[in-house]
């Protein structure tokens, strides 16, 4: 089974930048798209930004033209740099996978949508 380790979240004053990386540990699951989402307090959880495998990404809104995600597949890791925040960006961010493992020859497989534990991330005014 893959695991998902963020780190990057802290304290960071409005229009203030942060880099959150998650790696993802290895297994004979492959790793497919990968994604951010975040949750503030007393809300739904929502989509940030995602990456497929080859690269392509998709944006919500409120990330385009500030938040860019990025993936090195060598070393089984997700980026996402946090540009211009401001307080309405606090909330717990958790990196998401889509794995999949092959079970037999005639390629049968298994998927696995997997998160991590979630890393802080706090802006103040």
């Known amino acids: 089974q893959v695991q998902l380790v963020e780190s990057g979240g802290g304290l960071v004053q409005a229009g203030g930048s942060l880099r959150l990386s998650c790696v993802a540990s290895?297994?004979?699951?492959?790793?497919?798209?990968m994604g951010w989402y975040r949750q503030a307090p007393g809300e739904q959880r929502e989509l940030v930004a995602s990456?497929?495998?080859?690269?392509?990404?998709n944006y919500a809104d409120f990330a385009k033209g500030r938040f860019t995600i990025s993936r090195d597949n060598a070393k089984n890791t997700l980026y996402l740099q946090m540009n211009t925040l401001n307080p309405a960006d606090t909330a717990v961010y958790y990196c998401?996978?889509?794995?999949?493992?092959?079970?037999?020859?005639?390629?049968?497989?298994?998927?696995?949508?997997?998160w991590g534990q979630g890393t802080l991330v706090t802006v103040s005014s």
């Open positions: 290895r297994s004979r699951f492959s790793i497919r798209d």
């Open positions: 998401h996978a889509s794995c999949r493992a092959v079970v037999n020859v005639e390629g049968a497989y298994i998927d696995r949508e997997v």
């Open positions: 990456s497929t495998r080859d690269g392509t990404t």
